[in-house]
């Protein structure tokens, strides 16, 4: 018997792209809307006496597969994610049970691809009903926090194909993950040339000289992978016969500070070369001596978009800053960097 609440969600890497594998790696979430959404043909073709489309003749013009997640994020279980996120991501053992997981964009196609099964509990207590999705791969993510309130991710998936015919992988989860929140977090803004950003590596964490921020209250980091649309080529019978590749990828975010100082402003106004580090450190999750898990997004080199702030009506003056993450010669122009127990990604 079930409840309505017996939903899950679980994923594995394919070797081949659209040939679906049994789901290993569940992770708990609090919406998603992953489905397939066929587009179809039907006949505009003139008959006399005829008012309407000939429904008789409807046929499949392509499959439609994907959506979209939401989650917490928690401090093991979500490696898989990370590399799907960004493309690549690589684990290493600090120390102990310390392990680092370092996620960066990826250099090469082709992107990692993933089967997708989702257990749908039906009204009544019924058996779990499976809905398996292959071919999937990441468009676009979302990381955001705010004060008083959890780190969270919202993920955009596009899919191949859908199977209702594949048994359902009951779920088993990651042991005691704990969730990280505002106030796990430190942020840093520096200006290169004047502040020191040295890039995370396989068992450190990025860092700056610039003096840690007290005035934000909300940041949100995006990537889009701008996966491209085409792929519906003959043999694949209205579906992508080869795994999408990536297009021109952007990755950014925003942030929302008090004036409390000219500081961004003038960051923004003089396009001033910047870099940024924030880090959530658990304050539950000892994953090993005195080390705490942790994620951490840095990003070498940016700039600040937007307006000047404008009065409030009385009450505190806060800027909305929207940032564009650029180019870096020498450096990955992302980097998201787990420090966890997990001891796989």
Not at 133 to 161: H, M, Y
Not at 322 to 336: E, I, K, P, Q, W
């Amino acid at each position: 018997m079930t409840l309505q609440s017996d939903c899950s969600f679980g994923l594995k890497a394919e070797s081949t792209y659209g040939t679906g594998v049994t789901v290993d790696r569940w992770h708990e979430f609090t919406e998603e809307s992953i489905t397939q959404d066929n587009e179809y043909i039907d006949s505009e073709g003139l008959r006399v006496g005829g008012i309407g489309v000939d429904l008789s003749r409807r046929t499949l013009g392509k499959v439609v597969a994907g959506g979209s997640e939401s989650l917490e994020w928690v401090t093991r279980g979500l490696g898989t994610l990370l590399k799907a996120m960004l493309g690549s991501n690589t684990s290493t053992l600090r120390s102990g049970s310390i392990y680092q997981q370092v996620a960066v964009p990826a250099l090469t196609d082709p992107m990692p691809c993933y089967t997708i099964q989702k257990g749908i509990p039906p009204v009544g207590g019924g058996t779990t009903l499976a809905h398996t999705f292959t071919g999937c791969v990441v468009n676009s993510w979302k990381l955001s926090c705010q004060a008083g309130e959890a780190l969270t991710a919202d993920i955009d998936w596009i899919g191949r194909d859908m199977s209702t015919a594949v048994g359902y992988a009951a779920p088993s989860y990651v042991a005691s993950p704990k969730t990280l929140a505002f106030p796990h977090l430190s942020l840093s803004i520096g200006v290169n040339g004047t502040h020191t950003f040295t890039p995370p590596i396989v068992t450190t964490l990025a860092t700056t000289t610039a003096t840690a921020m007290t005035n934000v209250n909300a940041i949100e980091f995006t990537g889009a992978n701008n996966v491209d649309d085409g792929g519906y080529n003959t043999g694949g019978a209205g579906k992508r016969s080869r795994i999408p590749v990536y297009g021109m990828r952007e990755f950014g975010g925003s942030l929302t500070a008090e004036f409390d100082s000219a500081t961004l402003r003038d960051y923004y106004l003089n396009q001033s070369d910047l870099h940024m580090i924030a880090t959530w450190t658990s304050d539950q999750d000892l994953v090993g001596g005195s080390t705490y898990a942790a994620l951490q997004v840095a990003i070498p080199s940016l700039r600040l978009e937007g307006k000047v702030p404008s009065s409030n009506a009385g009450d505190v003056i806060e800027q909305e800053i929207d940032f564009t993450a650029g180019r870096n010669t020498s450096l990955s122009t992302m980097y998201v960097v787990s420090v966890t127990a997990d001891t796989a990604i």
